[in-house]
């Protein structure tokens, strides 16, 4: 199993959004994390597809489109154009979820399946087959800095175990309050991709990078 450090961009420094993006990659961030918010599935509105487009040039990463928004089989060709390798949607903001996925996975990239503190991780269970990744958000997605929610610890582990039963290869990426202090356990309890934006771009971005980076080293 990979372990994946995935930055998020929505907490980094715009006024040198470039340097701050070699910095990760140069701490050995594999992955490129954006909060895309639409201001309808969630209250806030964050950047979308000239951003992402502008940085595919800048960047060897893994780009990984998180899009908050209502109804997003409409823009997934779009970001996909755009440099996305991964995409994922939200299951409460789709109408169809199965015809969204696969219009993802029908465009040569990751699909990704994201639920809300509050939904049943036994939603998923029925679109195991269509997705690369199911993301447990361990915040109430729309705003960046809130405190880690202890109980998608159970979350994490429930959907592990139900990918386990599944016997599919699918990744567990959490979002949401990642700090260097909680790390581990949920590395623990069955995650492999860590989103994280505060932790990450601070006053040493490179040395933030690789210090996530070495506590994967254990877990490979």
Do not use: W
């Given at each position: 199993?990979?372990?994946?450090?995935?930055?998020?961009?929505?907490?980094?420094?715009?006024?040198?959004?470039?340097?701050?993006?070699?910095?990760?990659?140069?701490?050995?961030?594999?992955?490129?994390?954006?909060?895309?918010?639409?201001?309808?599935?969630?209250?806030?509105?964050?950047?979308?597809?000239?951003?992402?487009?502008?940085?595919?040039?800048?960047?060897?990463?893994?780009?990984?489109?998180?899009?908050?928004?209502?109804?997003?089989?409409?823009?997934?060709?779009?970001?996909?154009?755009?440099?996305?390798?991964?995409?994922?949607?939200?299951?409460?903001?789709?109408?169809?979820?199965?015809?969204?996925?696969?219009?993802?996975?029908?465009?040569?990239?990751?699909?990704?399946?994201?639920?809300?503190?509050?939904?049943?991780?036994?939603?998923?269970?029925?679109?195991?087959?269509?997705?690369?990744?199911?993301?447990?958000?361990?915040?109430?997605?729309?705003?960046?800095g809130q405190k880690f929610m202890e109980e998608s610890l159970?979350?994490?582990?429930?959907?592990?175990?139900?990918?386990?039963?599944?016997?599919?290869?699918?990744?567990?990426?959490?979002?949401?309050?990642?700090?260097?202090?909680?790390?581990?356990?949920?590395?623990?309890?069955?995650?492999?991709?860590?989103?994280?934006?505060?932790?990450?771009?601070?006053?040493?971005?490179?040395?933030?990078?690789?210090?996530?980076?070495?506590?994967?080293?254990?877990?490979?």
């Open positions: 199993m990979k372990y994946v450090i995935a930055p998020s961009i929505l907490s980094a420094d715009f006024t040198q959004l470039g340097k701050d993006i070699k910095e990760t990659e140069e701490g050995g961030a594999a992955y490129l994390h954006f909060d895309v918010m639409d201001g309808m599935f969630v209250p806030n509105i964050s950047f979308g597809i000239p951003v992402m487009k502008s940085i595919r040039k800048a960047t060897h990463q893994v780009m990984d489109a998180h899009l908050m928004v209502q109804d997003p089989i409409r823009y997934v060709k779009a970001f996909k154009e755009a440099g996305a390798d991964l995409i994922t949607v939200h299951l409460e903001a789709c109408p169809d979820v199965r015809k969204t996925l696969t219009e993802i996975k029908d465009l040569g990239i990751m699909a990704g399946l994201s639920i809300c503190p509050e939904t049943p991780v036994e939603e998923i269970r029925e679109y195991l087959e269509y997705v690369d990744m199911i993301l447990i958000m361990s915040v109430h997605p729309g705003a960046g159970d979350r994490i582990r429930e959907t592990r175990k139900m990918i386990e039963e599944s016997g599919k290869e699918i990744d567990i990426q959490v979002d949401g309050g990642v700090k260097l202090e909680n790390a581990r356990k949920i590395l623990d309890a069955g995650a492999n991709i860590l989103v994280a934006g505060s932790a990450v771009f601070g006053d040493n971005i490179v040395e933030n990078t690789r210090k996530f980076v070495e506590i994967f080293r254990d877990y490979e």
